[in-house]
């Protein structure tokens, strides 16, 4: 586990210019720690076919998911952010004030003004830490990207104060019934960003494509249901994948070229892709899109044999001509397979069996990667992302993962803190389509109501987990949290050391006598903790 961060001024701070006057760029800006929050409950997919009276296998084999998960009213967006802000900062063993940044990433949108970064601000309340930057983005599954962006571009910038930022992404995916409705989900993913990141990001190395379109769309104001085009999201999907792939190799190659490289950019220089996962079949078609786009650029492709082989029937495809190709898909698919089991299938282990979370969805699938993988195995690999909101914005960017795989290490913490992943999708509870059904029905019926307080099981939440309490007449939400020790109900802001975890129970979060830097880690930790540091430029 990472340690509490404390701060002393006889120091240089690690935001601070250099004694020689020189400012220098901070090294390594990225993903320090990651925190995925999955709902407790869950529907099998495959007894949803049965429910639905679909063909057997439309969603397992056609969709590729097995199960999804989601939230009854108890829970709603502010909830389940601050549910995966503080466990973060709990198994973390974070200070409050250590935080300097933070910006929420959502299409959840259940006010529309105040923002759920406002309501995060109450689990900073007792450090005394109001100096936080930051509020919400929204572009449908985008925003988290946008947020993650605006954390990495903030450390990078002369505005940075030398505490950490937190990009927090979160979502409630539900669809009125019919064809839809089984590619919802619901989760929330907090990263904390700082410099010496295990997970770093490629500078300058991003592929962004943005355009104007109606394929995936909330209008109706009261309902929390999306008006969704499934043929054109595909396409819109598909055509961004392509163009923020060329852009990215471009930027790699004028890269490369400045650094006397001579060599073209493909598939092969990416260990791990992943990508925001609607549902797996969609992200296993990418990949092969992907190889597709590889082949269709590369100058004299070996067609006799190897990756290329018998494709040579495509080779004077017009790419934008392909989305809905059978042959085309067919083919590239045969001819990624190896890849996909290789650099992506692993990332789908959150997708298949929680659903789309939409913002969270794509970081859903990176801590799905590290979750599966030792430190040794992932230590030096480049991960390449990409991100796709409808509507439509999309970016293809790649982190690499630090060559440090030694124990204690930065990236062997963040292993550690993903690896009981399986066990808590495996410890949820599994309810019968038609209690679903009805959980989506109350949803719909009460989600906008005021003066409500919600029907939902309390006791069926996780321990920790924070939940609505009441809507009061003026729409005023009221939160608790389920104690991770007995049933007694915490009020919102009393954050303190009886709350945290097993991993943290020995540490209070000690405030900050100073709101702007944080504090250098101390020489005497408590047992079984580890300090976590900005370190030096």
Known sequence: MLGVVHFNRSLRMPGSVPANGEATWPKDVGI?????????????????????????????????????????????????????????????????????????????????????????????EESGNTDVEGVDTTNACYGGTAALFNAVNWVESSSWDGRYALAVAGDIAVYATGSARPTGGAGAVAMLIGPNAPLAFDRGLRGTHMQHAYDFYKPDMVSEYPVVDGKLSIQCYLSALDRCYSVYR????????????????????????????????????????????????????????????????FRDVKAEDTYFDRDVEKAFLKASEEMFEQKTKGSLLVSNQNGNMYTPSVYGCLASVIAQKTPQQLAGQRIGVFSYGSGFAATLYSMRVTQDATPGSALDKMVASLSDLQ???????????????????????????????????????????????????????????????????????????????????????????????????????????????????
């Open 32 to 124: 320090i720690a990651l925190e995925v929050y999955i709902p407790s409950l869950y529907v099998e997919q495959s007894e949803l076919e049965q429910f639905d009276g679909v063909s057997a296998g439309k969603y397992t084999i056609g969709l590729g998911q097995a199960r999804m998960g989601f939230c009854s009213d108890r829970e709603d967006i502010n909830s389940l952010c601050m549910t995966v802000v503080q466990q973060l900062m709990e198994r973390n063993c974070l200070s409050y004030d250590s935080i300097g940044r933070l910006e929420v990433g959502t299409e959840t949108i259940i006010d529309k003004s105040k923002s759920v970064k406002s309501v995060l601000m109450q689990l900073f």
């Open 250 to 313: 471009n930027k790699t190659h004028a890269q490369w070229q400045r650094e006397g490289v001579d060599k073209r950019f493909s598939l092969a220089d990416f260990d791990y892709m992943i990508f925001h996962s609607p549902y797996c079949k969609l992200v296993q078609k990418s990949l092969a899109r992907l190889l597709l786009n590889d082949f269709l650029s590369h100058p004299n492709p070996n067609t006799e044999s190897g990756l290329y082989s018998g494709l040579e029937a």
């Open 423 to 537: 066990a808590r999708l495996d410890s949820r509870k599994k309810v019968s389509p038609a209690v679903f059904a009805d959980n989506m029905k109350l949803r719909e019926e009460t989600h906008h109501l005021a003066n409500y307080t919600p029907q939902g099981s309390v006791d069926e939440l996780f321990p920790g987990t924070w939940y609505l309490t009441h809507v009061d007449e003026k729409h005023r939400r009221q939160y608790s949290r389920r104690s991770h020790s007995d049933d007694t109900p915490l009020e919102a802001g009393l954050v303190n050391s009886t709350t945290t975890t097993t991993t943290a129970t020995t540490t209070e979060h000690i405030p900050s006598p100073a709101k702007k830097v944080p504090r250098i880690p101390a020489s005497t930790a408590g047992p079984g903790l580890v300090t976590i540091s900005n370190g030096d430029h």
